[in-house]
């Protein structure tokens, strides 16, 4: 089986001021987050001009990842489409197969399982072919790499390199909070769901022994979505308030459900999460995400290596490969199902 490219396929964001409303409309269409919720986001996003640094960060990575197969002799053009803002994967796909693109593989820059995390790209994929019609190319996605070594080594260094300015603080891994429906439907039925916080875990896990960290706690961050519904928690603020009711005097914060120092990492962490602790008098620190290590190129490129070679998949735990399917299938029948919407609203309509 051979390529002719690779699509870089993320969330997107704003890159100004204009562009605010209208992404965070598209990012939250159907799935009912109350208008002061989707207020209150948009003033984050213009606290920083408007502009996300996600499609900069994921540019960055383009070109690194270009240069490491260029290296490896790889010959795989990158192309770079998102699901909620410009570049939209239906522009890029209709790009892609006006290049004679016939077949490519996608690279979900989420590491994990899960609706949000891997079935959404899915969808994505199923979304942008739909658009470009009977010239789509077939898309073929790369499997979950959260515990991929190079994921968690540099994870680990980055976390070591945290603590390194901080004595004694508590190490809190944190991901993005999804509905508990969301994350009992997540991974095949008969695994018993749960596998986007279960891999969360393993990679929290994972990611400390590496360190030598011995303490640590998951917590999760960035919560949407009405108040009535519940959430993952605790979230990360109410617990850096009962570390600090435990005595615990300084926290090192490592956003191990992320491959970026995109908006939710750069406010709700390094603002309200730093902040906080500040105000409580505690030390703060927040671990790199890995987008701008060398090791995340070298890991898609493995990604991508091993897939064509067919090869076993190299990684620390004992889930099971997942996430690597054609044309937007999921990974099994009824895996990561998208929560059933309210009646007013509900799925999404086609952009
Ligand atoms: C699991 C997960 C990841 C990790 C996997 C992955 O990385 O893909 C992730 C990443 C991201 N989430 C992001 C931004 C947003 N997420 C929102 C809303 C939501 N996220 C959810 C889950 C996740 N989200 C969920 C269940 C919702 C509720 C609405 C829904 O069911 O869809 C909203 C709406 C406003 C609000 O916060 O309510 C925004 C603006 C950005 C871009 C940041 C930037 O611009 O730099 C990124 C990378
Ligand atoms: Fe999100």
């Not at 519940?230 to 009711?245: K, R, Y």
């Not at 970026?260 to 603002?271: A, G, I, Q, T, Y």
């Amino acid at each position: 089986m051979s390529y002719d490219a690779l699509l870089w396929l993320s969330f997107g964001g704003p890159e100004g001021p204009d562009e605010v409303m209208p992404f965070l409309e598209n990012v939250t269409r159907g799935r009912g987050v109350p208008p002061e919720r989707l207020a209150e986001v948009a003033g984050h996003y213009q606290h920083f001009g408007g502009v996300s640094p996600i499609n900069r960060l994921n540019r960055e990575a383009i070109a690194a990842v270009e240069k490491e197969l260029a290296a490896q002799g790889l010959d795989l053009p990158v192309y770079f489409g998102n699901r909620n803002w410009q570049p939209m994967a239906e522009d890029t796909l209709a790009r892609m197969a006006a290049d004679g693109v016939r077949r490519a593989l996608v690279f979900p820059t989420s590491a994990y399982g899960g609706y949000s995390a891997c079935r959404q790209y899915d969808e994505d994929i199923e979304r942008a072919r739909a658009a470009v019609g009977d010239d789509a190319p077939e898309l073929v996605k790369l499997r979950q790499f959260f515990d991929h070594p190079l994921f968690v080594g540099a994870f680990a260094d980055a976390l070591r390199a945290a603590h390194a300015g901080l004595e004694n603080a508590r190490t809190v891994f944190t991901a993005h909070s999804i509905p508990e429906s969301a994350d009992k439907a997540a991974g095949p039925p008969e695994e018993g769901g749960r596998r986007y916080s279960r891999q969360i875990g393993e990679a929290a896990r994972l990611v400390a022994a590496e360190a030598g960290v011995g303490e640590y706690d998951v917590v999760w961050q960035s919560r949407s979505g009405p108040p009535r519904i519940p959430w993952l928690e605790p979230d990360i603020v109410d617990h850096i308030e009962a570390l600090h009711a435990d005595g615990v005097k300084a926290v090192v914060v490592c956003p191990v459900g992320f491959v970026s120092d995109h908006l939710e990492v750069v406010w709700d962490l390094d603002n309200e999460a730093a902040e906080r602790a500040g105000e409580l008098g505690m030390g703060f620190a927040r671990a790199a995400t890995p987008n701008g290590d060398p090791r995340f190129a070298e890991l898609v490129v493995e990604l991508i290596r091993e897939h064509i070679a067919g090869a076993p998949a190299r990684k620390l735990s004992a889930f099971p490969a997942a996430g690597c399917t054609v044309n937007g299938a999921p990974c099994a029948v009824g895996c990561c199902e998208p929560a059933k919407r309210p009646a007013t609203g509900a799925g999404r309509p086609a952009r």
